[in-house]
Every structure is written in structure tokens, then in C-alpha cells.
């Protein structure tokens, strides 16, 4: 599965949802240690059935991929 995400919206303290129920739900989190990102089912935004795609990032990745998103944007 391939979790494209077009649209975000930020709710304090983790959550982000797509307006749109043709696109992927998302939700993030962080803490000392980590940051996470649940992707769920296209058209989930209750996220009843469990997120499909988790994903966890320590520090130093986290740092790789800020670095290959900025790469990203530049171009």
C-alpha cells in the first residue's frame, strides 16, 4: 500500500486528518525519543480500522530525512 498524503490538518497533540475521504488519514506524535507517523485505510478519517502504515523515527533519521525534505522543497 502507498500512503499518499495531499492534505493535512494539524489538531493539538497529534492529529492530522484529510478533508477529503478519497485521501489517506495521518496522524503524528513525538516525544524525547521518537516521532511517529500513522498512516490509515484511504477514506479512514475515524481511523476505525487501525492504522496501516506505522512509521518511527529516531533523532538522527528523523535529522536525514528533514535534510532530504529540504532537498525536496528547494527544487
Known sequence: MVAI???THYEK???IS???SSQV???YNWDDE???IWAYRN???NRE???KQKLQF???VAKEIYNALGKFLSK
Open 5 to 7: 498524503i495531499k492534505e
Open 13 to 15: 497533540g497529534k492529529s
Open 18 to 20: 484529510s478533508k477529503s
Open 25 to 27: 488519514a495521518m496522524e
Open 34 to 36: 521518537f516521532f511517529g
Open 43 to 45: 477514506g479512514d478519517l
Open 49 to 51: 480500522h487501525g492504522p
Open 58 to 60: 529516531n533523532k538522527q
